[in-house]
Each structure stands twice: as C-alpha cells, then as structure tokens.
C-alpha cells in the first residue's frame, strides 16, 4: 500500500511538471519574431444560391449551394462584400449552365467549384484589378 501511495505522488508530480512545461512553452511561441500568423477572412454568399440546372431527362433540377469565400486580408473581404451581387450571379449562370451528371457527380462537384473560383477572380480582376478570392468553398449542396 505505502508503494502504490509512493507511485501516485510520482505519477502526479510528474503530470504537474508537464502541464507546466506545456504552459511554459506556449509565450515563447507566440513571441517569436520570426513566427507570421496568417489573417484569412471568410465571406459566406448569404442567403444560398438556389438554382435551377437542365437534368438529363429535359426536365429542371434544383440546386441550393451555401458558399462560403476566403480572402487573405481584410481589404480583400471588403471587396467581396462589395461585389456580392457580381458574385452570386457569375455563380448562378455557371450552375445554371451544367448537366445534370455535372452536378451530381462528386469529380464534377469539384471541376465546378474551380470553375466558379476561376470566374469569381476572373471577374474581380476585371472589376477592382485584383483577384481577392484565395479559395471557394460549398459547404452546402444540395441537389434534387
């Protein structure tokens, strides 16, 4: 009994020196000259995208995509912000374009995020002289 009790004050002893190692080494860190914390912003298109795609047996489809921007710095979500509506609709009109099988096929799915990311900079390089969207991403889609 006196060897479990000798193990336990060890084992917490130990535990204690840790955290404080943990805690120690976590100013030191941050400190760091060298060490440049990135400053992504994120710009969801609100409210989603819903949209009609041409479906394979020449009926409409229904699309609703939640999308969501990234931009490297504040200014460059200033920008997204202010183009919004230039956005939603380069976004709607690609979808708006696509089969059925283009929309619903998950390699597809991603060929048409690079397309929609490709025409978002496209656009806003032609607008502001300066491609803004780092990534685009859907968080949401839904097909039917």
Request: proline share 4%; net charge negative.
């Given at each position: 009994m006196?060897?479990?009790?000798i193990f336990?004050?060890?084992?917490?002893s130990c535990?204690?020196?840790q955290?404080?190692?943990?805690s120690?080494?976590?100013?030191?860190v941050?400190g760091?000259?060298?060490?440049v914390?990135?400053?992504?912003s994120?710009h969801?298109?609100d409210?989603d995208?819903?949209?009609n795609y041409l479906?394979?047996?020449k009926?409409?489809?229904?699309?609703?995509?939640?999308?969501?921007?990234?931009?490297?710095n504040?200014?460059?979500l200033?920008l997204l912000e202010?183009?919004?509506?230039?956005?939603?609709d380069?976004?709607?009109?690609?979808?708006?374009?696509k089969q059925?099988?283009?929309?619903k096929?998950l390699?597809?799915r991603e060929?048409?995020?690079q397309?929609?990311?490709?025409k978002?900079?496209?656009?806003?390089?032609s607008e502001?002289?300066?491609k803004?969207?780092?990534e685009?991403f859907?968080?949401?889609?839904l097909?039917?």
């Open positions: 006196k060897i479990f009790k336990l004050l060890l084992l917490l535990g204690g020196w955290v404080q190692a943990s120690e080494e976590e100013p030191a941050e760091a000259e060298g060490v914390k990135p400053s992504f994120y969801a298109l409210p995208i819903i949209t479906s394979n047996n009926t409409l489809g229904y699309l609703r995509v939640s999308v969501e921007l990234m931009a490297e504040e200014a460059d200033k202010q183009h919004d509506p230039l956005i939603r380069a976004i709607i009109r690609l979808i708006g374009s059925g099988e283009q929309v096929s390699v597809n060929e048409l995020r397309e929609c990311e490709a978002v900079n496209e656009l806003l390089v502001t002289g300066k803004a969207v780092r685009l859907f968080t949401k889609f097909y039917q």
